[in-house]
């Protein structure tokens, strides 16, 4: 019998064993991973429990993948929650007291004046008269806007704090004017503020509510001289309040506790404070946009005041207001200091001229505004909700007052002030400070403080722990699955560079 030998071609021989090794590895791996399903494949001996393993393995690999993407996903909506604590702050600063007149201006300062314009424009043929005539009520507001635009002082008009602050102590401490800073208000005029921050002494200017061993109590005495409001101009007489944080611009045009004559108001507050994440969890902001920091140089005389939303969009709207019409808003005449889009040029608006017409150019246009996001993206880009918010809530309570005793020393300070005294003073003095003194005592309830903090909802270690528990539950990973997958990858890749210089240097020897 024959034997036949047919001859084999060494580097087919070489590849099945470098093959054959590569397989090795791999189901090696397969039979020791940690991971689920996969040693189930490696081990299976016939087709259709391989075929089982597999699509098994698949199917639940992409479970995995769904719900690790979906945990990814959640961690970059940056979801917040609101954590409340109640928590007692001591010691605790006292608030900002800001106080107004509840008219901006004093008759004898301002008639004369204005009748000197109603005469230049000819709405009435004499400036003799000692009264403003009804006739001329709606011209009283264009003369401001006159007397804005040519940027003349309108400072001699104004309530004096000196004129209208009987009394002030803190704490049973004796307190003066030269304690309060000075702001105007578009609608109250020239304003006081007890207990600002100050940017020339910021360390000291701010009081506790322990002060001098006190409790925080602030106790304000005034006389509003209603007899010397202008005509037709404002409805009622008394002051205007607003407690607020030290550091925040004191709004009391919108928030204003109206205090009338004749009685002694007590306002008791409780602090409430609010804390945002900034980005990326929210848009809030605490930086001050130019406009507004023109604003605070020019009305607010060295306080030391943050970033307000509420200025941030009256100041956007009279920017746009201005590039719509050539002038803004007449009401907001403290906010005409405004920054046109992609420059830092300043421009100090005219005031636009009051009309009859139902709907203004300035009205028109900030309504325009509100009413488009593109322009307000482009306008107001820089307004945004603020990050830290420090609220006082106020209940408010009020005494009759002055009673008998009283009186003597409150005469003898009205007489005593700049503002002319009433034409019937003499005989009806009583009646004038009953319908024109009025307290006030702003208390600090209690030192503890409703603390609202915004927190993450999810962080790096709340996403790895679930994607961890998807891996584990669905396959089995876990992050030594993961150096069992490395340390086979590694293995082959060296197994493979290994056989590449062998069969490098054989070839080199069969040349040489």
């Known amino acids: 019998m024959v034997s036949m030998v047919f001859p084999t071609k060494p580097t087919l021989i070489k590849d099945e064993k470098t093959m054959h090794r590569r397989r090795s590895i791999i189901r090696e791996f397969a039979l020791n991973t940690s991971t689920h399903g996969l040693p189930g494949i490696a081990r299976s001996e016939s087709i259709h429990n391989r075929i089982f393993w597999s699509i098994s393995f698949l199917c639940f690999t992409a479970v995995m993948i769904y719900f690790v993407t979906t945990a990814i996903l959640s961690y970059f909506g940056y979801p917040t929650q609101i954590n409340v604590d109640i928590i007692t702050e001591w010691p605790q600063y006292f608030p900002a007291v800001s106080i107004c007149n509840g008219a901006p201006f004093h008759l004898d300062r301002f008639i004369r004046p204005f009748l000197n314009y109603t005469y230049e424009q000819n709405l009435i043929n004499s400036t003799n008269t000692s009264t403003i005539p009804a006739y001329l009520a709606s011209s009283i507001l264009n003369f401001l806007i006159h007397k804005t635009n040519k940027n003349e002082s309108m400072d001699s008009y104004l309530f004096s704090l000196s004129s209208m602050l009987y009394k002030c102590t803190f704490n049973n401490l004796p307190c003066s004017i030269e304690n309060f800073t000075t702001f105007n208000s578009a609608f109250y005029g020239r304003c006081y503020t007890f207990n600002a921050k100050m940017k020339s002494n910021s360390n000291n200017s701010v009081r506790y509510v322990n002060h001098n061993g006190g409790n925080g109590v602030l106790d304000l005495e005034f006389y509003v001289h209603s007899h010397q409001y202008v005509p037709y101009f404002w409805k009622g007489a008394g002051m205007v309040s607003l407690v607020h944080d030290n550091t925040q611009l004191p709004l009391i045009d919108s928030f204003g506790v109206l205090l009338t004559p004749g009685k002694s108001h007590k306002l008791g507050y409780k602090k409430k404070t609010t804390f945002l994440l900034s980005s990326p969890y929210t848009s809030c902001t605490n930086n001050i946009p130019l406009p507004m920091e023109i604003m605070f140089n020019t009305y607010y005389y060295g306080a030391d005041y943050s970033y307000s939303e509420t200025v941030c969009y009256e100041l956007c709207g009279q920017t746009y207001a201005y590039e719509k019409c050539g002038c803004v808003n007449p009401v907001l005449w403290n906010a005409r200091s405004i920054v046109l889009p992609d420059t830092n040029n300043v421009v100090l608006a005219p005031l636009c001229n009051m009309t009859n017409t139902p709907t203004p150019c300035y009205t028109q246009a900030v309504d325009e505004l509100l009413n488009s996001l593109s322009l307000r993206q482009k306008y107001c880009s820089d307004c945004s909700q603020h990050c830290s918010i420090i609220d006082f809530i106020i209940h408010k309570s009020a005494l ?110 069969i040349k040489s």
Not at 443 to 458: K, R
């Open 400 to 509: 009759a007052s002055p009673l008998e005793w009283q009186m003597d020393g409150i005469k003898a300070f009205v007489e005593s002030s700049i503002i002319p005294l009433p034409s019937d003073w003499s005989t009806e003095w009583r009646s004038h400070i009953k319908t024109n003194y009025l307290a006030l005592s702003v208390v600090c309830e209690t030192t503890i403080v409703e603390n609202s903090t915004q927190t993450a909802q999810l962080g790096i270690v709340d996403v790895l722990s679930n994607i961890g528990g998807q891996t584990g539950l669905w396959i089995g990973i876990s992050f030594l699955s993961v150096m069992e997958f490395i340390e086979m990858l590694y293995r082959v890749i060296r197994y493979q560079l290994h056989s590449i210089r062998l069969a490098r240097r054989k070839n080199k020897q």
